[in-house]
């Protein structure tokens, strides 16, 4: 298994330009997350999904979009970037049934905004 | 609401001397606690978890203990490597949803020889 990816590892990205980051994983969790990591700061939760077609905000929802359109995939969609959303973004996935069971992340996406 | 409060780094150690970490929670019923390391430019991976009062969990020569009458989950290990340096995040995941996590704000180690 190759558990959680994510691409691109980089990525600079101009004031207004928009892109995806992408997330995979291939443990067929149900639960995924997206997560963002500013200097110094713990994780702060973008949004998440518990199953196919199912998507809610987190603490910090503003300036992005996400899809759920298979288990593998969760997409998060910046529109207009801005410099405020330079940070680290991680997908994570976890086992929906019991809430003994730990989350897995992947490698995480560096975004740089200028 | 449910959160996690971790003790603030960065923390400096030499090689061989003994590390705690702070870490309490406020949350209501039974929450899962977890620790979580992170390694310079990686993501973060499970370092150990407990999932019910009393409960232990160890890896790596790292321990933390469930206390609920404390609400606290500290991080411990008796010797500390170089290979140690990283951030330590606590976590817990809430009893009644399962569908969010919530995270410390991490704990910078560097572990000097």
């Known amino acids: 298994n190759a558990g959680v990816t994510q691409t691109p590892k980089f990525r600079i990205l101009k004031i207004g330009q928009s892109m995806t980051l992408q997330c995979t994983q291939d443990?067929?969790?149900?639960?995924m997350y997206w997560y963002r990591q500013d200097p110094g700061m713990g994780l702060k939760l973008i949004y998440y999904?518990?199953?196919?077609?199912?998507?809610d905000k987190g603490e910090v929802p503003n300036g992005y979009n996400v899809s759920r359109s298979t288990t593998e995939d969760f997409p998060l969609r910046l529109e207009l970037a801005a410099p405020s959303q330079t940070s680290v973004y991680f997908c994570?996935?976890?086992?929906?049934?019991?809430?003994?069971?730990?989350?897995?992340f992947g490698p995480g996406t560096r975004l740089t905004v200028l | 609401g449910d959160s996690v409060t971790q003790m603030e780094g960065p923390v400096t150690l030499s090689e061989e001397a003994c590390l705690t970490i702070n870490c309490t929670y406020t949350a209501t019923g039974y929450p899962s606690l977890f620790w979580y390391v992170q390694y310079p430019g990686e993501g973060l991976q499970l370092l150990l978890k407990a999932t019910k009062a009393d409960d232990k969990g160890s890896n790596k020569g790292f321990e933390a203990t469930y206390r609920k009458e404390t609400t606290s989950f500290h991080l411990e290990k008796g010797s500390v490597q170089v290979s140690d340096s990283a951030v330590y995040f606590c976590a817990l995941r809430p009893s009644n949803t399962g569908n969010q996590f919530y995270f410390g704000t991490g704990t910078s180690l560097t572990v000097i020889p």
């Open positions: 999904s518990v199953g196919a077609g199912i998507t």
């Open positions: 994570a996935s976890s086992y929906p049934e019991t809430r003994r069971n730990e989350q897995f």
């Open positions: 443990m067929n969790h149900n639960y």
